[in-house]
């Protein structure tokens, strides 16, 4: 699983994991630590660590594919960036009502960008 898209899945997702898949996710995805250097924090073997990402990656993808959040969450930031641009485009246009139409356009899109 691309790191990305891991680290995404963690940030909506993690409260559903354990304490101890959550420890092993934050140590590779935030620290970018080995599975022999997240053993040795944890005090546990590779296997362990190998296991607990495997069982917490498997549960992250698994509600993604039935709540589809980030993909969601993807999506309207995509259509934020296509509305702040059209929206920019009509901000120089001459016509004062146009303009400041799309000022408040603008302004709404950076809101949903948060």
């Known amino acids: 699983m691309e790191a990305l898209e891991l680290t995404l899945l963690f940030d909506y997702y993690g409260d559903l994991l354990t304490e101890r898949q959550r420890a092993c996710l934050d ?4 620290q970018d630590l080995s599975l022999g250097e997240i053993a040795q924090e944890l005090g546990v073997s590779r296997q362990g660590v ?42 120089a246009y001459p016509d004062e009502t146009v303009s400041t139409l799309a000022a408040q356009i603008i302004e709404a899109a950076q809101g949903l960008e948060e």
Request: proline share 0%.
């Open 50 to 91: 190998y296991d607990n990402l495997s069982r917490a990656e498997s549960l992250l993808r698994n509600m993604e594919e039935k709540t589809g959040c980030v993909r969601r969450a993807k999506a309207a930031r995509k259509a934020a960036g296509q509305i702040m641009e059209a929206a920019r485009k009509l901000a």
């Open 27 to 30: 140590l590779r995805c935030n």
